[in-house]
Nanobody
Framework: QVRLVESGGGLVQPGESLRLSCAAS????????VGWYRQAPGKERELVAL???????NYADSVKGRFTISRDNAKNTVYLQMNSLKPEDTAVYYC???????????WGQGTQVTVSS
């Protein structure tokens, strides 16, 4: 049974930081592609950041330079460090795990991030 558990969301003021965590059971993060997505009310789900098996990363232009995705293989956990948060970062953030050559595609339950003064 694959399970992804996200945590770390909350309410912060603009300019502050949060670190999101995605802990996995039943799947090995380092053998897959892991991404953080977000969805704001009335908006399409968008990719925020991803990390590959090689640890190479990609970021959406809107978060580049502010967000960092990382993986702790010993803990089988992926993080999203979010700095200099803006109100437009407000969304539900989801962890996703997939393989480009297998059929599985798993999602976490999401964690709410609200950036407001």
């Amino acid at each position: 049974q694959v399970r992804l558990v996200e945590s770390g969301g909350g309410l912060v003021q603009p300019g502050e930081s949060l670190r999101l965590s995605c802990a996995a059971s039943g799947i090995i993060f380092s053998n897959n592609i892991v991404g953080w997505y977000r969805q704001a009310p009335g908006k399409e789900r968008e990719l925020v950041a991803l990390i590959r098996m090689t640890q190479s990363t990609n970021y959406a232009d809107s978060v580049k330079g502010r967000f960092t995705i990382s993986r702790d293989n010993a803990k089988n956990t992926v993080y999203l460090q979010m700095n200099s948060l803006k109100p437009e970062d407000t969304a539900v953030y989801y962890c996703n795990v997939k393989s480009p050559y297998n059929s599985y595609n798993y999602w976490g339950q999401g964690t709410q991030v609200t950036v407001s003064s």
